[in-house]
């Protein structure tokens, strides 16, 4: 790679298979997650709000990705955001439309929810975030990153976190944790701890069908119900186990990840009510510039994932939003199930592995 940005890459997206595919149906939930601002547009002045909270600005004008850093990120979450942006904008050059957007790279959402008549929970019960670029591994013991990061990461290979058993557990850490894609693909019967934060994808998966609810409340008592079911019905823990990593497999595909972010982009950009400005101390960034000067692991991830040539089919087909009466019976069927679960439980151990009360 050369140091400077590339000047004869393409700027126009021209695709020689015009067909496309349906989106999975997870991507409807961006209809949802932007649902607050369709009403009253996204203004200069909400975008500035956000600036005590970011990390770094990201702008996208004519095709071109600018970056204003305001403070240090855990790791390396900001650099590989506008990485992974930057192969978005070389996927599908000049289909990107121009945008400003604030990110905060920390593992909580930190925009306090207002009054709202939105119906659907979103990233948290409280809060609102639009999801999918937080990293961060949830592991049953406390890693020292520095460390791990001085060792090149050898005790926390993502390999080494699919290794054969019938269950596994997700349990999220401070936030979402970027770990439960990994564990739901690993054909194991996942059970799946009842979070407080969303991941994009996981609001279209259903209990019992592609993992196994465990309350948060009572999970000593859930995991051992959970793990006497699967010893007595092997089969059909298989079956859990393989339908959620299927799921995975088949609908996170990479280029439905940058399917997911090029819609997501491309909708939050439809609801600002201003031009879009390069800041005076935002730097033009690309993956020339970016890659050239690392050295080591960065170096070798970058290579490995830079987009070689624009796509030769167009994104996916978004679908519509949801009509209200139908999510909220799917939201209704979801919460039904979880509670048929904690019903079979309970009565398989009355008044035992209870959490103690709060007084």
């Not at 207002?114 to 948290?124: D, I, N, V, Y």
Request: proline share 6%; aromatic share 14%.
């Amino acid at each position: 790679m050369e140091q400077t940005c590339a000047t004869n890459y393409p700027v126009t997206f021209k695709p020689s298979n015009l067909s496309s595919t349906a989106c999975p149906e997870y991507f409807r939930w961006i209809h949802e997650d932007l649902r607050l601002w369709k009403s009253t547009g996204i203004s200069r002045a909400m975008v500035e709000r956000a600036k005590d909270y970011a990390h770094f600005r990201l702008v996208i004008v004519d095709g071109k990705v600018y970056a204003e850093k305001y403070k240090k990120a855990f790791h390396t979450r900001d650099v590989f955001t506008i990485w992974g942006i930057l192969q978005l904008l070389r996927l599908y050059p000049g289909k990107v439309p121009d945008l400003e957007l604030m990110f905060s790279c920390d593992d909580r959402p930190v925009i306090l929810k207002k009054t709202t008549k939105a119906q659907t929970p979103l990233q948290h019960h409280q809060y609102f975030n639009i999801v999918g670029m937080r990293m961060r591994w949830a592991l049953a013991e406390t890693k020292d990153w520095r460390a791990e990061s001085e060792q090149g990461y050898k005790n926390s290979k993502l390999e080494d976190q699919c290794t054969h058993s019938r269950y596994k557990i997700y349990i999220e850490g401070r936030g979402w944790s970027v770990s439960e894609k990994y564990i739901l693909a690993c054909d194991s019967m996942t059970l799946f701890i009842k979070p407080e934060y969303y991941g994009f994808f996981i609001r279209s998966m259903v209990p019992l069908q592609h993992y196994w609810p465990i309350s948060a409340r009572n999970k000593c008592r859930d995991i051992k119900f959970a793990v006497q079911w699967g010893n007595n019905h092997t089969d059909k823990a298989q079956a859990i186990g393989r339908a959620g990593s299927k799921f995975i497999q088949e609908n996170l595909r990479m280029e439905y990840v940058y399917d997911y972010m090029f819609h997501l982009l491309t909708e939050y950009a439809k609801l600002l009510k201003f031009k879009p400005r390069i800041p005076e101390a935002a730097v033009e960034v690309c993956s020339e510039t970016m890659a050239c000067p690392q050295r080591g692991l960065w170096k070798k991830f970058m290579e490995e994932t830079t987009v070689k040539f624009p796509s030769d089919t167009l994104p996916c087909t978004m679908p519509p939003p949801y009509e209200p009466r139908a999510l909220e019976a799917f939201l209704e069927r979801k919460e039904d199930i979880s509670r048929q679960v904690e019903m079979f439980e309970s009565k398989t151990f009355p008044g035992k592995f209870e959490s103690p009360k709060r007084s």
